[in-house]
């Protein structure tokens, strides 16, 4: 398939796990990818995999600075932008008892802030027939005990689907979310250790983790023509855990 032949994106948190599978897809489809992250060492090593049309760009989503350099790049080398995978994004567990309000601004700096901010610089670039997909996530319908900020910051993101089709009325720009559940990302991997993903694949109907290579498949197809009567949607790609 050629569904993005001819088209630029830009993938936030692009060099590892669920992006960096969605950057493959992409340019599977004919796409030509930027990836932004904030590891250099993880970008170079994204792009020497994905070959030619990768190119990649470090810096944070929370720094509204590395985002213009990051728009700025685009711009100079390409025409225009026509996907936006607004996917960086992080998590750690906290109770209740024990949330501080540097855990808090953490995870809405990056989850939220850094979606706002990676979405409103884009605009400029983009026009008719433009995709923007922000990364949610299944604990922002179903809550996760100890995950009060994660979970609350992918709710929001939600709602910033909603909020943002109605604002984008008549320019043609379409913004859904993907809310995957657990994801095998070698991230995952190395955190849950064997039984915690045995545990987070026994979680949804399916009883797996889903492999980052579907997520990025749905990426593909939300940034293509043929979601093209979509826009403020959710697309679950959880395995069932939030929808039952």
């Known amino acids: 398939m050629n569904r993005l032949n001819g088209k630029t994106a830009v993938i936030t948190g692009g060099a590892t796990g ?3 599978a969605a950057a493959k897809r992409f340019i599977e489809e004919g796409a030509f990818v930027f990836l932004f992250g904030r590891r250099q060492q993880a970008l170079d090593a994204a792009v020497a995999a994905l070959g030619a ?15 213009d350099r990051l728009y700025a790049d685009v711009k100079a080398q390409r025409a225009s932008l026509d996907i936006v995978f607004a996917n960086a994004g992080t998590g ?19 989850n939220v802030m850094g979606v706002v901010f990676t979405v409103q610089k884009a605009l400029p670039l983009m026009g008719q027939g433009g ?60 955190a849950l250790g064997e039984e915690g993903q045995k545990h987070y694949a026994s979680m949804n109907p399916l009883q797996r983790m889903a492999d ?17 009567f979509m826009t403020a949607s959710e697309v679950a790609v959880d395995g069932g855990l939030a929808q039952l």
């Open 18 to 20: 669920i992006g960096l």
């Open 53 to 67: 049309n990768a190119r990649a760009v470090q810096g944070s989503v929370s720094d509204p600075a590395d985002l």
């Open 92 to 110: 750690s567990p906290l109770p209740l008892t024990q949330i501080t309000a540097e855990h808090m601004a953490e995870t809405f700096d990056t």
């Open 131 to 190: 995709s923007i997909i922000l990364t949610g996530s299944s604990a922002g319908t179903t809550g996760a005990s100890g995950f009060s900020a994660y979970s609350a910051s992918k709710a929001a993101v939600r709602n910033l689907a909603r909020t943002w089709a109605e604002e984008l009325k008549g320019t043609g720009i379409r913004v859904n979310v993907l809310s995957p559940g657990p994801t095998a990302t070698e991230l995952a991997k190395a």
């Open 212 to 228: 980052p290579a579907e997520i990025g498949a749905v990426a593909a197809f939300l940034a293509s023509s043929d979601s093209s």
